[in-house]
T-cell receptor, first 115, second 114 residues
């Protein structure tokens, strides 16, 4: 079975640009999470979907971050406009009953560098 | 909001010494939180280490233990005798059975010296 696939693996953007990160969850999973990973803040929840419905849109990340789940097998995270402080690894994870079982499957991440 | 606070790393211990990584949580929107410890070994992805979904219960895996204490809102990770292979980053997390939401702490880097 294919795991969680994230593209691109690396992205370099200029300040002010728009970038779109993509995620394909594990087939059959109905929960999808976007996290931002930094050394200082650890894993911060940006958005999560349950059966394609947006359950949380990340509070402080709302203004420039927008996650969408176009269908059950594809999600995007748009950052617009990018700022240098957005430099981080963005992780996508999927699960079936994640909050209950804890069994989240993570992608390898998209490393974003904003100059 | 819902949050997790854990020991700030890095934590350095010698092989065969005991270990405790503290974790406390705040679950304002989750009535009955489930608690997890995740681990990321060098070169690998995040993976579930252990979980406890009932207050008062203890979970264990690979020699690690953690007890879900609802009174102190804590879920500390302990191991009696660490090994060099335990060197990794450990994340405490809480989850909701109702919404499936999972929130992580900042992670604690553990280095075990030979």
């Amino acid at each position: 079975d294919a795991g969680v696939t994230q593209t691109p693996r690396h992205e370099v953007a200029e300040k002010g640009q728009t970038i779109i990160l993509k995620c394909e969850p594990v087939s059959g999973h109905n929960d999808l999470f976007w996290y931002r990973q930094t050394k200082i803040q650890g894993l911060e929840l940006l958005s999560y979907f349950r059966s394609k419905s947006l359950m949380e849109d990340g509070g402080a990340f709302k203004d420039r971050f927008k996650a969408e789940m176009l269908n059950s097998s594809f999600s995007t995270l748009k950052i617009q406009p990018t700022e240098p402080k957005d430099s981080a690894v963005y992780l996508c994870a999927s699960s079936f009953g994640g909050g209950a079982t804890g069994q989240l499957y993570f992608g390898e991440g998209s490393k974003l560098t904003v100059l | 909001g819902d949050s997790v606070t854990q020991t700030e790393g890095p934590v350095t211990v010698s092989e065969s010494e005991s270990l405790i990584i503290n974790c406390t949580y705040s679950a304002t929107s989750i009535a009955y939180p489930n608690l997890f410890w995740y681990v990321r070994y060098p070169g690998e992805g995040l993976q579930l280490l252990l979980k406890v979904i009932t207050a008062g219960q203890k979970g264990s895996s690979r020699g690690f233990e953690a007890t879900y204490n609802k009174e102190t809102t804590s879920f500390h990770l302990q191991k009696a005798s660490v090994q060099e292979s335990d060197s990794a980053v450990y994340y405490c997390a809480l989850g909701s059975s109702n919404t499936n939401k999972v929130v992580f702490g900042t992670g604690t880097r553990l280095q075990v010296l030979p």
